[in-house]
């Protein structure tokens, strides 16, 4: 029986994973944290298999607690690490912290503590370089997006992400990490769910590159296997969905108006301005360019992962 | 999108028999999940793409082709052409031809340059119709999942020797043949006779690389002379039992890639040899 450590518990990725640890047979308790108070849908569960705890996991001694007190009481094992500002507009520091120095900081508090063993980190999609004279399937050993330039919430997954890869191999904890393809829902920080709330949708002229998108159905399925298994890596976790961007728009019920490309950026930080969406065209351009779709072979090979659950279009009933 | 899916239907109903239409239906290719494949391959708009060649191929090059039995009817297999032309008229005159001679019709996919991803629309178009830019993973994913896949180990240097060059074989590049004996898969030898006198280029200007292309031709003619094609498929080659496991030798590798350009050479020989005019 196996005793969970789920961080950003309170979004929609952390709850559903939490429900599903607690349906699962193999877990015996999960220790839920989140800097929001308690989600009503936990209201529901009984007895002392899920405890939830409010902290701030960018304040290293309330980490250091967290661990060496619940975490030791609970005797947990394993961590899973979904604790990531959501945002593509706000930077700076105290975004920096949470998603960079805490991964750092759990990290190194894990491989001090008596009784965990392993650390999953949800990584994404969005650490690889999309470049269209690569291979339009995207494996692990891609190169990550290294551009000083890219926006900082691509700066930091990727910084998180190398900082959790490279204790592999040289820490005592099982180290798993899952770049995950885009998860297409409310409130979890996805680029194309916002893309989608303008009933028009601008698209590069000339191109239409294929996407792979995720649903929460999968992503929870995949981070299970990966709580659950055994051994260390990093694996893509791609979608059920693979389809060319102006599919995604038809699919989603908008209208699609191609315009050129140095023409969106501009017009999409400025729709951010007026109407507050997230959406930032700089953060999306090369994948609006360029086809890039996850190969997930190695997380089927030695997770078992599958994609089979395919998103229910529109993904979100926005209107 | 709905139009333009509307108009395509249109398309094939308008160019394509029954016959065609049925058979075309059951193209083989790896749906990932709303009917293209990962690499963007649309069966529709490469129906609407044999279709459109029809024309060229039927009249206009009124395209011949021999050995086509050689062409695995299963599994993965490597075709290696000669190229040339200022377009790729070749590639789809051979994608097309296979097509018509495989039951269930077989996709080649066409390895293009590295830069043809960048270039708007083209890019796009491509993608849809099965071409794939050259990348190693690419070519091993197309492998892996048995396709059959078209190369042209000239490279861009093929279609820019100039017509004094015409059937002279440039130097072929190796990636073929070392993931032929990684995946121990038949290379078949293609030769394309016809093409190379198809549309001359009188010059070229090197300084201007639209996205990446390595020069911009300037053809003596605005449109591709009616040459006729002929198309010949040599026996396939079978580089693992000749060369064993000799993926990561880059000697043995040049060697293999050596012997698939000796085959092509032989093919491009008998066939001009064969030919009894330009336009017959």
Same mark, same amino acid.
């Given at each position: 029986?196996?005793?969970?450590?789920?961080?950003?518990?309170?979004?929609?990725?952390?709850?559903?994973?939490?429900?599903?640890?607690?349906?699962?047979?193999?877990?015996?308790?999960?220790?839920?944290?989140?800097?929001?108070?308690?989600?009503?849908?936990?209201?529901?569960?009984?007895?002392?298999?899920?405890?939830?705890?409010?902290?701030?996991?960018?304040?290293?001694?309330?980490?250091?607690? %967290?661990?060496?007190?619940?975490?030791?009481?609970?005797?947990?094992?394993?961590?899973?690490?979904?604790?990531?500002?959501?945002?593509?507009?706000?930077?700076?520091?105290?975004?920096?912290? %949470?998603?960079?120095?805490?991964?750092?900081?759990?990290?190194?508090?894990?491989?001090?503590?008596?009784?965990?063993?392993?650390?999953?980190?949800?990584?994404?999609?969005?650490?690889?370089?999309?470049?269209?004279?690569?291979?339009?399937?995207?494996?692990?050993?891609?190169?990550?997006?290294?551009?000083?330039?890219?926006?900082?919430?691509?700066?930091?997954?990727?910084?998180?992400?190398?900082?959790?890869?490279?204790?592999?191999?040289?820490?005592?904890?099982?180290?798993?990490?899952?770049?995950?393809?885009?998860?297409?829902?409310?409130?979890?920080?996805?680029?194309?769910?916002?893309?989608?709330?303008?009933?028009?949708?601008?698209?590069?002229?000339?191109?239409?590159?294929? =996407?792979?998108?995720?649903?929460?159905?999968? =992503?929870?399925?995949?981070?299970?296997?990966?709580?659950?298994?055994?051994?260390?890596?990093?694996?893509?976790?791609?979608?059920?969905?693979?389809?060319?961007?102006?599919?995604?728009?038809?699919?989603?019920?908008?209208?699609?108006?191609?315009?050129?490309?140095? =023409?969106?950026?501009?017009?999409?930080?400025?729709?951010?301005?007026?109407?507050?969406?997230?959406?930032?065209?700089?953060?999306?351009?090369?994948?609006?360019?360029?086809?890039?779709? %996850?190969?997930?072979?190695?997380?089927?090979?030695?997770?078992?992962?599958?994609?089979?659950?395919?998103?229910?279009?529109?993904?979100?009933?926005?209107? | 999108?709905?139009?333009?899916?509307?108009?395509?239907?249109?398309?094939?109903? @308008?160019?394509?028999? @029954?016959?065609?239409?049925?058979?075309?239906?059951?193209?083989?290719?790896?749906?990932?999940?709303? #009917?293209?494949?990962? !690499?963007?391959?649309?069966?529709?708009?490469?129906?609407?793409?044999?279709? /459109?060649?029809? !024309? @060229?191929?039927? $009249?206009?090059?009124?395209?011949?082709?021999?050995?086509?039995?050689?062409?695995?009817?299963?599994?993965?297999?490597?075709? /290696?052409?000669?190229?040339?032309?200022?377009?790729?008229?070749?590639?789809?005159?051979? &994608?097309?031809?296979?097509?018509?001679?495989?039951?269930?019709?077989?996709?080649? $996919?066409?390895?293009?340059?590295?830069?043809?991803?960048?270039?708007?629309?083209?890019?796009?178009?491509?993608?849809?119709?099965?071409?794939?830019?050259?990348?190693?993973?690419?070519?091993?994913?197309?492998?892996?999942?048995?396709?059959? &896949?078209?190369?042209?180990?000239?490279?861009?240097?093929?279609? #820019?020797?100039?017509?004094?060059?015409?059937?002279?074989?440039?130097?072929?590049?190796?990636?073929?043949?070392?993931?032929?004996?990684?995946?121990?898969?038949?290379?078949?030898? &293609?030769?394309?006779?016809?093409?190379?006198?198809?549309?001359?280029?009188?010059?070229?200007?090197? /300084?201007?690389?639209?996205?990446?292309?390595?020069? !911009?031709?300037?053809?003596?003619?605005?449109?591709?002379?009616?040459?006729?094609?002929?198309?010949?498929?040599?026996?396939?080659?079978?580089?693992?039992?000749?060369?064993?496991? /000799?993926?990561?030798?880059?000697?043995?590798?040049?060697?293999?890639?050596?012997?698939?350009?000796?085959?092509?050479?032989?093919?491009?020989?008998?066939?001009?040899?064969?030919?009894?005019?330009?336009?017959?």
């Amino acid at each position: 029986m196996t005793r969970v450590l789920v961080t950003g518990a309170s979004t929609p990725v952390g709850i559903a994973l939490t429900h599903a640890l607690l349906e699962s047979p193999l877990v015996d308790c999960v220790l839920a944290v989140a800097a929001d108070p308690r989600p009503d849908s936990f209201a529901r569960v009984a007895g002392s298999r899920l405890v939830y705890r409010v902290v701030d996991l960018t304040r290293a001694r309330a980490l250091h607690d %967290l661990l060496f007190r619940e975490g030791n009481d609970l005797g947990v094992e394993v961590i899973v690490h979904n604790a990531l500002h959501r945002s593509a507009w706000d930077e700076g520091p105290r975004i920096h912290a %949470l998603n960079v120095e805490t991964t750092r900081d759990l990290l190194g508090t894990a491989e001090r503590h008596p009784s965990i063993r392993r650390f999953v980190f949800r990584s994404a999609s969005a650490v690889y370089h999309v470049d269209p004279r690569r291979s339009t399937l995207l494996s692990e050993d891609d190169p990550l997006e290294l551009d000083p330039r890219a926006p900082q919430k691509v700066r930091d997954r990727v910084e998180a992400d190398l900082t959790v890869c490279t204790r592999m191999g040289m820490s005592r904890l099982e180290i798993v990490v899952l770049r995950c393809a885009e998860l297409l829902a409310a409130r979890v920080g996805s680029q194309l769910y916002d893309y989608f709330a303008s009933r028009v949708c601008l698209r590069p002229l000339g191109f239409d590159p294929m =996407l792979n998108l995720l649903s929460l159905e999968d =992503l929870t399925h995949a981070l299970c296997l990966a709580t659950l298994g055994r051994g260390s890596g990093v694996f893509n976790i791609p979608g059920a969905d693979t389809l060319p961007l102006s599919r995604a728009i038809e699919l989603w019920g908008r209208t699609e108006i191609p315009a050129p490309g140095p =023409l969106l950026a501009p017009l999409y930080r400025w729709r951010a301005r007026v109407r507050g969406m997230d959406f930032r065209y700089d953060l999306n351009r090369r994948r609006f360019h360029s086809s890039a779709v %996850l190969d997930g072979r190695r997380a089927l090979r030695e997770l078992g992962y599958r994609p089979v659950h395919p998103l229910r279009w529109p993904a979100g009933g926005l209107d | 999108m709905r139009l333009r899916r509307q108009l395509k239907q249109a398309w094939i109903r @308008a160019f394509c028999s @029954a016959e065609e239409r049925a058979a075309l239906a059951r193209l083989e290719y790896r749906d990932a999940g709303h #009917g293209y494949d990962a !690499l963007g391959f649309d069966p529709e708009s490469f129906a609407v793409a044999l279709a /459109a060649c029809r !024309l @060229a191929y039927e $009249r206009y090059f009124r395209v011949t082709s021999s050995g086509a039995h050689h062409i695995p009817t299963r599994g993965p297999a490597i075709l /290696a052409a000669n190229h040339s032309g200022l377009l790729p008229i070749d590639g789809a005159m051979i &994608v097309a031809d296979i097509a018509r001679h495989t039951s269930p019709p077989r996709v080649a $996919r066409v390895i293009g340059d590295v830069f043809i991803p960048l270039m708007p629309w083209v890019g796009t178009i491509f993608s849809r119709i099965g071409v794939v830019s050259g990348s190693p993973g690419n070519f091993r994913h197309l492998l892996e999942g048995g396709d059959i &896949v078209l190369v042209f180990p000239e490279g861009t240097p093929g279609i #820019g020797k100039g017509f004094r060059k015409r059937y002279e074989l440039q130097e072929f590049r190796v990636g073929h043949a070392e993931l032929a004996l990684r995946y121990r898969v038949p290379v078949v030898p &293609v030769a394309v006779v016809g093409a190379e006198e198809a549309w001359p280029e009188i010059g070229r200007i090197d /300084a201007f690389q639209p996205f990446g292309a390595p020069f !911009l031709p300037i053809p003596a003619t605005p449109l591709p002379l009616p040459v006729r094609f002929h198309i010949h498929y040599g026996e396939p080659l079978d580089l693992a039992a000749e060369f064993g496991d /000799a993926a990561d030798d880059p000697a043995l590798v040049a060697e293999a890639a050596l012997l698939v350009k000796g085959a092509v050479q032989t093919l491009l020989e008998r066939g001009l040899s064969q030919r009894k005019g330009l336009f017959s």
